[in-house]
């Protein structure tokens, strides 16, 4: 388990550039990620571990890829239906350990209808792993009608340490330092929908300044007009204490 955990957050330092690619579990061909191979080939060198599922693992990245991968196991639902993100198990155990990954992930939706059948699922998924030493992030994803403040992010981080996970991934807030000090376990924050790349650069500053231990960000690395300019930016900020200003001049500097 400290192994593994060692290869997602970098014992250096103690953070993570986490490379978010697996929106298509229910997003399908995402804008940025039609040819998936092709984005992220140039994106591995500067990320630290990547996500995605089995089947966009197997398809599109080499084997050979000396990577940590953590893996999307929680799926069921798509954009298009009426309960987005009412997930269940859809990679088993076994096929995580054939695939030798660093990780799983499985989202929770606190305060949904349905909350209880995915923290249900997120606590069979570390039962599960937890007999292999395989360490789980919660993902404390977010529906349309849940606000995106210290107090409802507190609560579902809180929940996901306390039901045993291992990592969280959430959502960056006002005050977030809230969040960071109420939950045991590290946080990375998700970098959420495509934003200017000033704005995105701050948020992942601000979070590290509040204790985050890093970011998983996709939309705002892949989507950008330049994806190797601000990933290599990202991690200045994660690894190299950059200012948002400074890591912005890396990303202007940054040929396409």
Do not use: W
């Not at 196991?73 to 660093?102: F, M, P, Q, W, Y």
């Not at 305060?111 to 599960?128: K, N, P, Y």
């Not at 045991?184 to 204790?211: F, R, T």
Request: net charge neutral; glycine share 8%.
């Amino acid at each position: 388990m400290k192994n593994r955990l060692s290869r997602i957050i970098k014992p250096k330092d103690g953070r993570t550039v986490m490379l978010a690619v697996d929106h298509g579990y229910f997003m399908g061909p995402t804008t940025g990620l039609e040819k998936l191979d092709e984005i992220v080939k140039p994106l591995i060198p500067y990320a630290d571990t990547l996500m995605l599922t089995r089947g966009a693992l197997r398809n599109y990245i080499d084997p050979t890829t000396d990577i940590p991968i953590v893996l999307r196991v929680s799926g069921g639902t798509s954009i298009i239906g009426k309960e987005l993100l009412h997930e269940g198990i859809v990679a088993s155990i076994e096929d995580a350990i054939r695939l030798n990954v660093s990780g799983i992930a499985f989202s929770i939706l606190v305060g949904a209808d349905f909350e209880r059948d995915t923290i249900l699922g997120l606590t069979q998924c570390i039962d599960e792993a937890e007999r292999y030493g395989i360490p789980v992030l919660a993902v404390t994803a977010v529906g349309k009608d849940m606000a995106k403040d210290a107090r409802y992010l507190s609560l579902a981080s809180r929940m996901a340490a306390e039901l045993g996970a291992h990592m969280v991934k959430t959502y960056f807030c006002k005050d977030f330092e809230k969040v960071i000090e109420t939950c045991p376990v590290p946080i990375v924050i998700a970098g959420g929908k495509k934003q200017p790349e000033k704005d995105a650069l701050q948020m992942a500053y601000d979070a590290l300044q509040a204790g985050a231990v890093g970011v998983d960000m996709g939309r705002n690395i892949f989507q950008s007009s330049n994806p190797v300019g601000m990933i290599k930016a990202v991690r200045a900020i994660v690894h190299e204490s950059a200012t948002p200003k400074e890591a912005l001049e890396i990303f202007n500097s940054t040929k396409q």
